[in-house]
T-cell receptor, first 110, second 109 residues
Framework: DAGITQSPRHKVTETGTPVTLRCHQTENHRYMYWYRQDPGHGLRLIHYSYGVKDTDKGEVSDGYSVSRSKTEDFLLTLESATSSQTSVYFC?????????FGPGTRLLVL | TQLLEQSPQFLSIQEGENLTVYCNSSSVFSSLQWYRQEPGEGPVLLVTVVTGGEVKKLKRLTFQFGDARKDSSLHITAAQPGDTGLYLCAGDPGNQFYFGTGTSLTVIP
């Protein structure tokens, strides 16, 4: 357990609205990740960060942006949510070679 | 395109049986990890293998990394209901982790 919390845990929103998911960690880990998990696809990397204000794209970054203004917080924004972004979103950090995951955010876009 | 293929996708067995889950790829990985995920929770790391041919044991679980570092297997001996969950492999080709589609295991008492 790396002290990772995610908020909100559940969210229902409408197509076209902006959505921001928050990941907070207490272990001062440098690397942080955002994944989405969908049936038949496993976990897919959206964006990751290797330090404050240092981010890079993952496998499925289209439609998503991220920001990291503090070591402990990593925000994922859906600028204009679409139904294809309905998913479970997981935040993760890496410490001592171990990847730790948060509890997830279940997002439904109607 | 799925970088890592896991098989089988679903597995339902009786308590006490043995099973093997496979994780295959055409890519070479610097390391490969196995996770278990329970409903409503994030994945939890079970093991990391880094050397081709490496075998690691975790109680009744045996993990093997292929000689060419392209594939891995997870063998569970005498499965118990507590082993029920989604098993995920994840490979690191050098810059980020790619996850397999997962194997959903149900162990029936």
């Amino acid at each position: 357990d790396a002290g990772i919390t995610q908020s909100p845990r559940h969210k229902v929103t409408e197509t076209g609205t902006p959505v921001t998911l928050r990941c907070h960690q207490t272990e001062n880990h440098r690397y942080m990740y955002w994944y989405r998990q969908d049936p038949g696809h496993g976990l897919r990397l959206i964006h990751y960060s290797y330090g404050v204000k240092d981010t890079d794209k993952g496998e499925v970054s289209d439609g998503y942006s991220v920001s990291r203004s503090k070591t402990e917080d990593f925000l994922l924004t859906l600028e204009s949510a679409t139904s294809s972004q309905t998913s479970v979103y997981f935040c993760a950090t890496i410490g001592s070679g171990t990847q730790y995951f948060g509890p997830g955010t279940r997002l439904l876009v109607l | 395109t799925q970088l890592l293929e896991q098989s089988p996708q679903f597995l339902s067995i009786q308590e006490g049986e043995n099973l093997t889950v496979y994780c295959n790829s055409s890519s070479v990985f610097s390391s490969l990890q196995w996770y278990r995920q329970e409903p409503g929770e994030g994945p939890v790391l079970l093991v990391t293998v880094v050397t081709g041919g490496e075998v690691k044991k975790l109680k009744r679980l045996t993990f093997q990394f292929g000689d060419a570092r392209k594939d891995s297997s997870l063998h569970i001996t005498a499965a118990q209901p507590g082993d029920t969950g989604l098993y995920l492999c994840a490979g690191d080709p050098g810059n980020q982790f790619y996850f397999g589609t997962g194997t959903s295991l149900t162990v029936i008492p």
